[in-house]
């Protein structure tokens, strides 16, 4: 059996926990745009390459799910390292709870 993540998944509670934290720790109102530097994107990009496609046309006979997993693992961390360049060590708390709160958290036990 293939250890399948749900990048997609995983790539928007990235977004909208930083997108939380932002708001909340600088009292951002929800009708201004928040700037996310390009490093999130370019992760994210970089974890979809690790994608073995999806639905029918996925191929997992080449599919690497633990440098998939890892490339997860490096996006929620880049993700917090921007809250933190944002909106400062309050806000990656803030970030971290709310990333527990949307996540399932049985996906981030070490891999093995």
């Known amino acids: 059996m293939v250890q399948k993540f749900n990048q997609v998944g995983v790539a928007c509670v990235c977004a909208d926990s930083m997108n939380t934290a932002i708001r909340q720790t600088l009292n951002i ?10 490093q999130w994107f370019e992760t994210n ?22 440098a998939h997993y890892d490339s997860l693992v490096i996006l929620r961390q880049v993700s917090a ?32």
């Open 29 to 38: 109102s929800k009708d201004t745009m928040i700037n996310i530097p390009d």
């Open 45 to 66: 990009r970089e974890c979809a390459k690790l994608l073995p496609w999806w639905g029918d046309k996925a191929d997992y006979n080449d599919y690497d799910a633990k």
């Open 81 to 112: 390292d921007i809250v933190e360049e944002i909106a400062g060590k309050k806000a990656v708390d803030v970030y971290w709870a709310e990333t527990e709160r949307r996540t399932n958290k049985n996906i981030w036990i070490e891999y093995k």
